[in-house]
Each structure stands twice: as structure tokens, then as C-alpha cells.
């Protein structure tokens, strides 16, 4: 087992209702002027958004409103939020939403208190990030796992590129979680959501050479449930209790927990950004569709016992009469069958996109951040590999 640090200080107020302890939550944790980050006019029309903004009221706590975020969250309107956020004298950050809603309120938050600075520079390390404002969530969509994770992502529209932060600042102070906000998504949504929540368990999953039981019992029964309980919600997302596993299954598997003792490995993460940040497609559905030619072109390597683990403990598959190459193939096969049976892509036709040769390599190239970073922890991946894979999904 690898040395490790695990650090979730985020607070979770689960279950029903529970939007309306928002603003005595805030106030807990110091906020008096609050910037409020959501997406698109369903949280307005559901009531959520009043039913937030009363509790702040009656918090005496004061507000302004920040809507209109997409998916795949952008630099320019994080931009438009942090100038937002210092003519309001904002000093705490609440996204109400999913991923996109989150991590664009992270980026408002670290924008806001270093407004000398540009936003990219920042997100791409160039200038050290050392202080930002506190930031919360009320979430609707079980997916990202932004809510307890120190991670957040935006795609700069200018120059077609998707990119990451990972910063102790992006711990939300809390999260309010009520399944029942998550209950009239469109079915793919939360099937988008459902895949993400198990490749971030399987991103630290399938690294090799490293004994970690518990963690590994984790991961497994992670994506057990998240499988089980997914294809119940993407059938009925107002089932409560399948989506409230669903929900949980999402903040736990990007907080850290299952990495503990293995790290992680973000490779087809990668692969997935370089896809939606060009074709703006969803994210879970980029990871999909690519995730198969990722197992199939590796999973002979280093990592092959893992991927037999993988097939007999969390899809049941019995290696008896079967060879351990056969084992771990049937264990991707089922994950693909798993995706399609939701409506997922398993191929980058299937996801709407058809790159050419050469595009093929200028995703490879995104991916690789100009073929100088190697990905996987199984084998190292240039640009030329991760091309391979782009045509073996096609």
C-alpha cells in the first residue's frame, strides 16, 4: 500500500428537505454576502432557486444571483462571475447544480480573491493559487462528484482546450444533497452521470502491482451499487432510495476514498476532455464511448489481474474455463453492455463524431498536453498510443 493523505472536510447535509437548511449553513461558515452560481431556468422553475434564496433571507444573509452556466462550465463566463462577485463585495460562493454549476463557482471563488491575476493563469498553475473564497453546493445532479472533491474543470472556448485544477480551495465548506432535487432529469443525464460517477472509481481502480484490500472493497462495492441502483434511476429518477445511492455513490467516489493507498490515474479522463472540449459533447458520454478501446489496448499489460479482479468482483463473472485474458474481455464487454443498456456510447461514431486522421492526432496531442505529459499508470502513453486508441474507438 502507497503512502497517502486523506482530507474530506467537506459537511454533507443529506435527504429530503434539506435545501432549506442552506442559508443557516452559509452563516455557519462565515458568509454574509453570498454569490449564488446555477445553470439554466429548471432551477428557477422548480422553485429551488426561492426556495435557497428564502433560506439565505431568513439567514439574513445577502445574495445575488449568477445564472446561465452550460455544460462543460466556461473560462469566459467564470470571468464574468469573478467581476460579478467583486462588484456584489461577494464573500462566499454557493453553486446550485451539478458539476458545471460547482466547479464554475470554484473558479469564481479563486477568481475573486486574486483579481490581479488572470483566471487561466491560475488554472493552469502558472501562477500559484494561495488564497480563494469559501464555496458551498446544493446539488441536483449526481455525477461530477464536485461537491466533496478537490478537483474542477473549464474549457477555455478561445483556444479549444478543457483543463483541470486540484487545490485543497476547491473543498466545498458543505454540500446539500436531497435526492429528490435530482427526480425529473432527462434520462440522459443521469445516464451521463451514472458513467462518470463509475470512471472516477475505475480511474483509480486499474493500476497494478499495489496489495490495498480495503480500498479495493471500496471500489468494488462502490460500482456495484452504482451500476445496480443506476439503471434503476435512469429508468425512474424519482425512485428515492436508488437515486439517494446514486447520489452518495457520486460524492464518495471523487472525495479521495478510493484511492486511498493506490492513487489514481485519469488517463481516460484525459482522452474524454481533449473530445468534449472540441466537439462539446457530454462528458460522461466522451468517457463512455472511448473507455472499451482503453481497456482493450492495455489490459493484456501490467494490469491484467486487475482486470480479471474487476470482471469477478464487481460484474460476477466465474474464471472457470476461462483463460484470464478471457476473464478480463468479458469484464469489459459486460461494463460496454452495462453503458449501452443506458443509452450510452461505446464508440466515437456512436457519440456523434468522426475524426479524421489528422484531427485524430490533434486530440491525442490535447490529450497528451503537446505529447509531453505520458498517461497511465499501467504503461506510459504518448500521443502516438492514445491516437491508436482514438482509431480503435472509432
Sequence with gaps: MENFVQYAPTEVIFGKGTENQT???VKKWGGSRVLLVYGGGSAVRSGLIGRVEQSLTEAGIAY????GV??????AFAEEGVQKALAFGADFILAVGGGSAIDTAKAIAHGTANPEEKLWDIWTRKVPLTRSLPVAAVLTIPAAGSEMSDSAVLTNEEIGKKAGINTPFNRCRFAVMNPELAATLPAYQVACGVTDIMMHTMERYFIPGIQCEMTDCIAEGLLRTVIRNGAKVYENPADYDAMAEVMWCGSLSHNNLTECGRGKDFSVHKLGHALSARYDVAHG???????GSWARYLYQDQALGRFVQFAKNVWGISGEGKSEQETALAGIEKTEEFFKSIGMPVSLSQLGVQ???QERMELSLDATMGDTVKLTRIRPLGAKEVNEIYQMAM
Excluded: I
Design 23 to 25: 442559508g443557516e449553513e
Design 70 to 75: 452550460k455544460p462543460n462550465p466556461r473560462l
Design 355 to 357: 475524426p479524421g486522421e
Design 64 to 67: 445575488e444571483e449568477f445564472g
Design 285 to 291: 458520454a466522451s468517457l463512455a464511448a472511448v473507455w
